[in-house]
């Protein structure tokens, strides 16, 4: 059984950053794609960015630029730094990771962003 624990949400102003974090434990298999979704109340879940375990990444374009995911493969930990934060970005940000021995993904609980002054 595969665990997904993310941390590093909070409440920040308009500009402002944060680094959220995501452990993936009990995994048998390598973790070869990692990446954070997120939803805001009443839209629907989006990819922000995701990482493979070779390094390539992928960014939704209204990210790009501001945001960066990096991974310590040997942690099997995924990290989100948001830079430049702005009210739009307000969402519960959710880790998903893949294996081999679930290809449609793992989830974590999620955490709560809110960009607010």
């Known amino acids: 059984q595969v665990q997904l624990v993310e941390s590093g949400g909070g409440l920040v102003q308009p500009g402002g950053s944060l680094r959220l974090s995501c452990a993936a434990s009990?995994?048998?298999?390598?973790?070869?794609?990692m990446g954070w979704y997120r939803q805001a109340p009443g839209k629907r879940r989006e990819l922000v960015a995701a990482i493979r375990s070779g390094g390539i990444t992928n960014y939704a374009d209204s990210v790009k630029g501001r945001f960066t995911i990096s991974r310590d493969n040997a942690k099997n930990t995924v990290y989100l730094q948001m830079n430049s934060l702005k009210p739009e970005d307000t969402a519960v940000y959710y880790c998903?990771?893949?294996?081999?021995?679930?290809?449609?993904?793992?989830w974590g609980q999620g955490t709560q962003v809110t960009v607010s002054s």
């Open positions: 998903n990771a893949v294996d081999l021995g679930n290809p449609i993904g793992y």
């Open positions: 009990g995994s048998i298999f390598p973790i070869y794609v």
